[in-house]
T-cell receptor, first 112, second 114 residues
């Protein structure tokens, strides 16, 4: 799976939008872009995933660059509960095992 | 109702002991996983089972032996525990073995080997 690069940390004010970037310049055509987050002392939690088109769900939006070499996770209104480590993960489609390779992620701090 | 549960939550033991961690999912998923998160917070896949059959076995010492009595349970047995086994172990499940699909993680088991 291709490598991803994320900032080590970001800070946001509560109730403001947050844009978490992820670079993946060596992404292949079959790689899906996944985002998971891990709140303190909890297991990772799925946020969103996409392939080529932008995606929205109740938690967040995923904006994927046209060349797919980067993507941005958008939290529309950050809350204190969104403080977590956010992981951008690439994984090619597989029909026999879909293990995720977590990198260092971005630690998001949300201040009131 | 907890979707993916693990027991125990904390496990403190001496070097050389044998211990087990249990995982259960009530989501009706076919696929289950074990991940290890070390002190530097990197999460790495260890094993994956699909319908009780091992499908992923990463480079893990053979002191680690997963067992899946049925597709709702995936247990991890560790023999001859070493200091380096200290970590947080997460169980996860997904609907199918292929992807992309959402993985649901348990709360983790913090293993401390003294």
């Amino acid at each position: 799976d291709a490598k991803t690069t994320q900032p080590n940390s970001m800070e946001s004010n509560e109730e403001e939008p947050v844009h978490l970037p992820c670079n993946h310049s060596t992404i292949s055509g079959t790689d899906y872009i996944h985002w998971y987050r891990q709140l303190p002392s909890q297991g990772p939690e799925y946020v969103i995933h996409g392939l080529t088109s932008n995606v929205n769900n109740r938690m967040a939006s995923l904006a994927i660059a046209e060349d797919r070499k980067s993507s941005t996770l958008i939290l529309h209104r950050a809350t204190l509960r969104d403080a977590a480590v956010y992981y951008c993960i690439l994984r090619a489609y597989s029909n026999s095992g879909y293990a995720l390779n977590f990198g260092k992620g971005t630690s998001l701090l949300v201040t009131p | 109702d907890t979707a993916v549960s693990q027991t125990p939550k904390y496990l403190v033991t001496q070097m050389g002991n044998d211990k087990s961690i249990k995982c259960e999912q009530n989501l009706g998923h076919d696929t289950m996983y074990w991940y290890k998160q070390d002190s530097k917070k990197f999460l790495k896949i260890m094993f994956s089972y699909n319908n009780k059959e091992l499908i992923i076995n990463e480079t893990v010492p053979n002191r680690f032996s997963p067992k899946s009595p049925d597709k709702a349970h995936l247990n991890l047995h560790i023999n001859s525990l070493e200091l380096g086994d200290s970590a947080v172990y997460f169980c996860a499940s997904s609907l199918i073995s292929g992807g992309p699909n959402e993985q649901f993680f348990g709360p983790g088991t913090r293993l401390t080997v003294l």
